[in-house]
């Protein structure tokens, strides 16, 4: 099934939030490096994921540092509290030096949109967010991610490793261009965090979430 068939499918069936397993399954088809789901050594992060619950953490739905031994019981026990969600194991990324958040959506002035900056905590510390119309190049991209602060926490402070800066700009155009594509269906993508590891080590989208329009049942 195509990304559009498999979008149009979740319009139809009324979701609105795609929670965090279905919607990265369709960034790896996208092809956006995503955590090793189910694998063989830790240490691991065990997940339940389901629309109604987009924040999992405020759930006690994320539990980190597990053990490959350990995982299966405890995603037993959360999905016990939630029977309809889905459990997922993924490796725990140990080796990012930045974490920054992408997302697009549409705007009312100008259209499809991408945002990329500073993630996890940082986001609503720094405020420090480059807009760009969507679908952008991956030259766009870089623009994006060499200016404001953010540019400083992708060269390197204090003696830290610069981030992999061109692996970022190629997600960024990547999920610009899928959205774009796909804004009839989809009114807002987040990946929050991006784990950027030390240049030439790449990355992982390490959550995200998609939110489908509405009004584009079938």
Not at 52 to 76: E, F, M, T
Not at 192 to 208: H, K, S, T, W
């Given at each position: 099934?195509?990304?559009?068939?498999?979008?149009?499918?979740?319009?139809?069936?009324?979701?609105?939030?795609?929670?965090?397993?279905?919607?990265?399954?369709?960034?790896?088809?996208?092809?956006?490096?995503?955590?090793?789901?189910?694998?063989?050594?830790?240490?691991?992060?065990?997940?339940?994921?389901?629309?109604?619950?987009?924040?999992?953490?405020?759930?006690?739905?994320?539990?980190?540092?597990?053990?490959?031994?350990?995982?299966?019981?405890?995603?037993?026990?959360?999905?016990a509290k939630i029977p309809d969600g889905v459990a997922l194991v993924e490796a725990m990324e140990k080796n990012s030096v930045v974490e920054w958040i992408v997302g697009c959506k549409i705007d009312a002035t100008f259209g499809a949109i991408v945002l990329a900056g500073p993630g996890g905590v940082l986001v609503e510390l720094l405020d420090a967010g480059e807009i760009r119309?969507?679908?952008?190049?991956?030259?766009?991209?870089?623009?994006?991610?060499?200016?404001?602060?953010?540019?400083?926490?992708?060269?390197?402070?204090?003696?830290?490793?610069?981030?992999?800066?061109?692996?970022?700009?190629?997600?960024?155009?990547?999920?610009?261009?899928?959205?774009?594509?796909?804004?009839?269906?989809?009114?807002?993508?987040?990946?929050?965090?991006?784990?950027?590891?030390?240049?030439?080590?790449?990355?992982?989208?390490?959550?995200?979430?998609?939110?489908?329009?509405?009004?584009?049942?079938?």
């Amino acid at each position: 099934m195509s990304a559009r068939d498999t979008l149009q499918s979740w319009v139809n069936a009324g979701r609105k939030v795609v929670h965090e397993a279905d919607a990265k399954a369709l960034m790896g088809d996208m092809g956006i490096p995503v955590p090793e789901r189910d694998p063989a050594n830790g240490p691991l992060v065990v997940k339940l994921c389901h629309d109604d619950y987009p924040h999992k953490s405020d759930h006690g739905l994320v539990k980190l540092n597990v053990s490959p031994q350990d995982a299966p019981a405890i995603a037993a026990e959360m999905s016990a509290k939630i029977p309809d969600g889905v459990a997922l194991v993924e490796a725990m990324e140990k080796n990012s030096v930045v974490e920054w958040i992408v997302g697009c959506k549409i705007d009312a002035t100008f259209g499809a949109i991408v945002l990329a900056g500073p993630g996890g905590v940082l986001v609503e510390l720094l405020d420090a967010g480059e807009i760009r119309l969507a679908p952008a190049t991956p030259g766009t991209a870089a623009q994006m991610l060499g200016t404001g602060a953010g540019a400083k926490l992708l060269a390197g402070m204090r003696g830290a490793p610069a981030a992999h800066s061109a692996a970022l700009a190629d997600l960024i155009s990547k999920v610009s261009v899928f959205f774009a594509a796909h804004s009839d269906l989809i009114s807002e993508i987040e990946i929050n965090p991006v784990m950027v590891r030390a240049d030439g080590a790449g990355l992982v989208a390490a959550d995200a979430l998609i939110i489908l329009r509405e009004d584009a049942k079938t």
